[in-house]
């Protein structure tokens, strides 16, 4: 039986309104974790707020600067990485946008890959305009290029486990023995620490775009990095002075995603797998991209690598270019929708030319293989055999 709180007959309504929603400590456990949506946290005075500055004793100031639902979320993915710690951003570009303002400084030197997601390859940019960091574009599947890049001033190496769009894997050991001193950050987005761990080779930082995989259900925004300690507390002093912080529901939301994880990416490897081989078939598709096909240039590595499947992610070319593209879509339209994102429960398509990589210029995303043509494909949860019918229906008038 739940005691009743006690009356105060002294205070006027209003008080008590204000002051409501409290409940008696309890003296269970919950059976999920609570969430702490909260501004900030009360004190007992000026000696507690300066204990936990210090990190003398635990405990929590204001939300922008910490949350138990965001550390128990960056927690959780560290250790599935193999990190030190980790933080919770906003976005996945919240995250980055941490790392680089953290790290670096006008005058200092970046190398990234030359082909990564859109708008990762955009911010660079920005920031090579905007405060003067110099960057460094190079072909991550070519490691002595990255030894030769490296100067005095490099101060991060950039690179995708496994690449947006055309899922090529990246040689992260080799990387990391190219680059020397200088720490890599690798965006493990599509591989996820359930197929892949950087870390374990040599990774400085790695980051997620905690919407994705992580959460698995398309209905959070959020973004985390997780490696070395001093590097991440780097990154999370610029997360909390630009306000680039998460909130406490969305990183609810993504430990309660995040249990299934595991179950997630085995069942989206399987069917990957098994529709990228049908698609290779197919008379309206002239190529398929998928770590696990022979047909992949990085296909060994891949075996290598990513021991426990391949992934959900795969992309194809149609031999009807943007036409067929479009009409694709809207034959699909019904069953398997166009969505500007991937990693969700259910299966999507995605126009590449058009979302991830739309800012950037078309000659650079033709030498890079991402066509008119273009389709990238999110293998969801569903029953691979009503997904091939789908996919096959859309493909046959093409």
């Not at 990387?175 to 892949?196: E, I």
């Not at 994705?212 to 002093?237: F, W």
């Amino acid at each position: 039986m739940t005691e009743e709180k006690s009356v105060d007959m002294g205070l006027h309504g209003e008080t008590i309104a204000a002051r409501g929603g409290w409940s008696r400590a309890l003296g269970t456990v919950p059976s999920t974790p609570p969430i702490y949506q909260t501004t900030a946290f009360d004190l007992e005075g000026i000696e507690q707020l300066d204990a936990i500055i210090a990190g003398q004793q635990r405990g929590y100031t204001y939300t922008r600067d910490g949350n138990p639902n965001q550390d128990a979320f960056a927690a959780d993915v560290a250790q599935l990485e193999g990190a030190e710690r980790g933080m919770v951003a906003a976005s996945g570009m919240g995250g980055l946008s941490a790392v680089l303002l953290g790290m670096l400084r006008s005058g200092d030197h970046v190398l990234a890959a030359d082909m990564l997601y859109g708008r990762t390859g955009q911010l660079l940019t920005e920031m090579q305009q905007r405060f003067g960091i110099a960057v460094t574009l190079v072909d991550p599947q070519r490691p002595e290029d990255w030894k030769r890049a490296v100067t005095p001033k490099t101060r991060l190496a950039i690179v995708e486990s496994v690449s947006n769009p055309l899922t090529e894997v990246c040689d992260v050991a080799a990387l990391v023995a190219a680059v020397g001193s200088v720490p890599l950050l690798v965006d493990n987005t599509f591989a996820t620490p359930s197929l892949y761990r950087p870390i374990a080779d040599g990774a400085a930082l790695v980051w997620h775009s905690g919407s994705k995989y992580l959460n698995g259900h398309g209905d959070v925004m959020l973004g985390v990095v997780v490696g070395r300690r001093e590097l991440v507390k780097k990154a999370s002093s610029a997360l909390s002075m630009f306000g680039l912080n998460s909130n406490p529901f969305e990183c609810w939301m993504a430990s309660r995603g995040l249990r299934t994880l595991g179950l997630r990416m085995k069942r989206v490897s399987e069917t990957a797998f098994e529709i990228a081989g049908k698609l290779q078939g197919h008379a309206a598709v002239s190529r398929v991209f998928y770590p696990g096909l022979e047909t992949q240039m990085s296909h060994s590595l891949a075996k290598r690598m990513l021991t426990n499947g391949f992934g959900g992610m795969l992309s194809f070319e149609l031999h009807t270019g943007e036409e067929g593209v479009k009409r694709l879509f809207r034959l699909l339209a019904e069953a398997i929708p166009f969505s500007p994102t991937l990693a969700d429960a259910r299966t999507t398509v995605s126009y590449p030319a058009g979302t991830s990589h739309r800012f950037l210029p078309e000659a650079q995303r033709l030498a890079h293989g991402i066509g008119p043509g273009l389709v990238r494909l999110s293998i969801g949860l569903e029953d691979s055999r009503d997904l091939w019918r789908e996919i096959e229906g859309a493909l046959s008038p093409l």
